[in-house]
């Protein structure tokens, strides 16, 4: 009886997470921008995926650099401080 219950025994879903910080993306996160108004044509309106998470040094200061990908070809870094 256990193997029955355990093939139809429905999965506790996963937490939600709740982001407050562009910081807080982790590779595979997808996101988009609020305002696409002073975004590049390539950003705006769509949903982009996060592909990688570098960290760049500049003037004795760390900043993350974001690598995404949207629906068209090209992908876009952006830079948090």
Do not use: W
Not at 21 to 37: A, E, R, T, V
Not at 42 to 67: C, G, N, P, S, W
């Amino acid at each position: 009886m256990s193997f029955l219950s355990s093939l139809f025994k429905k999965k506790p879903a996963a937490p939600t997470r709740v982001l407050n910080q562009p910081k807080q993306l982790l590779q595979g996160d997808i996101f988009c921008f609020g305002d696409s108004f002073a975004l590049p044509e390539a950003m705006r309106k769509q949903q982009l995926q996060v592909t990688d998470i570098t960290t760049v040094e500049f003037q004795h200061q760390h900043y993350v650099q974001l690598t995404s990908q949207g629906a068209g070809e090209k992908a876009g870094l952006l830079k948090l401080s």
